[in-house]
């Protein structure tokens, strides 16, 4: 499988940040862009979430919280296990990049790709992936304020401050000036792509240049990279065999079971790279390092199981209840 194009050009963003870091001046600027950056990717996200969409799929709640168990349950709990990874395999920033990673939400475009190629239950992978996105604006920051404590910033006023005034207020902006923006939004979709893609671009360079000055570089070996790569690929091999066979064990459909499998089993960089630069600060470079690495390996191994499940057969329909008929006797009336 190749390689993901916007991975290559987060990669590239992220020598361009360790070949000519922003110094100074340069610094204060890119900072200020990027914090402007993510209250704008916030609220473009408000604008695109359908609130009709996401009450109608309240209806599939079984579904939607089995998803929302795997992400914000199951997926830390898993991190929090990692922990005895350290010092043997792990360094202790890398671990709680680890953990971050198992806090963010999940995706919502290539869930809804993949269950489509999948002939899973598109609408269900919508919903599921729009409601973990929306919840994940407070409960990422809630989870990383306690489990990683001061490491992630802590759960201080100023943290507080900045969550609401950088992801929320600009998120519920969206969902207010919807009603009149949100056909412009639809219909520039691409070029908005394009913006949403360019920001995070430029939360990376400004993370990495501030991992520059803190010398991330001296921090992390390639064995280490190594191991770290390792550890991701058990995990992420864990959350597709617990949320393919607990959904099947939970009694949903084929269709469901795909739906969640790939909701569920997948963090977004889109949400998470910005989360990370408002909770770890000049520290956020580390944190997004593993989220960045886990990103290209779960749309590598989901792009083949999606493809494998196309050719699964159709599941037969559910058996009806047969009526037994009654039995005539030689006179013409029914046997009791």
């Not at 990383?144 to 969550?163: H, M, P, R």
């Amino acid at each position: 499988m190749p390689i993901d194009p916007y991975i290559a050009l987060l990669l590239g963003t992220v020598g361009l940040a360790a070949l000519l870091p922003a110094r100074g001046v340069g610094a204060d600027v890119a900072s200020g862009a990027s914090t402007a950056a993510i209250a704008f990717l916030f609220f473009l996200y408000g604008a695109r979430l359908s609130t009709r969409e996401a009450m109608d799929g309240l209806r599939h709640w079984r579904l939607h919280l089995t998803v929302l168990a795997c992400t914000f349950l199951v997926f830390p709990l898993l991190g929090l296990a990692a922990r005895g990874l350290v010092p043997a395999l792990l360094t202790q920033p890398l671990y709680q990049g680890l953990l971050f990673l198992t806090l963010v939400p999940s995706t919502i475009q290539s869930s809804i790709a993949f269950t489509s190629i999948a002939r899973g239950n598109v609408p269900a992978a919508i919903c599921a992936g729009s409601f973990s996105s929306l919840v994940g604006i407070v409960v990422t920051p809630l989870l990383a304020s306690v489990l990683l404590g001061n490491s992630g910033g802590g759960f201080s006023a100023d943290s507080l401050l900045k969550i609401v005034l950088q992801l929320l207020v600009p998120f519920l902006a969206g969902q207010l000036l919807r009603r009149w923006i949100g056909g412009f939004v639809a219909k520039h979709k691409k070029v908005l792509g394009l913006v949403d893609r360019g920001s995070i671009l430029l939360v990376v360079y400004t993370a990495f240049s501030e991992g520059m000055a803190q010398g991330i570089w001296h921090q992390v070996s390639v064995p280490r990279l190594g191991a770290l790569l390792l550890v991701e690929a058990v995990l992420l091999a864990v959350m597709l065999a617990l949320t393919w066979y607990g959904a099947r064990a939970l009694g949903f459909g084929r269709g469901d079971r795909v739906a969640i499998q790939f909701a569920g089993s997948k963090k977004s960089l889109a949400s998470g790279l910005p989360m990370a630069s408002v909770l770890f600060g000049a520290h956020a470079s580390l944190a997004v390092l593993p989220l960045m690495l886990f990103h290209q390996m779960q749309l590598m191994v989901c792009a083949v199981i999606a493809k494998r499940r196309a050719h699964d057969p159709e599941e037969p329909p559910a058996p009806t209840a047969q009526v037994p008929r009654p039995r005539v006797r030689p006179d013409g009336h029914s046997a009791p």
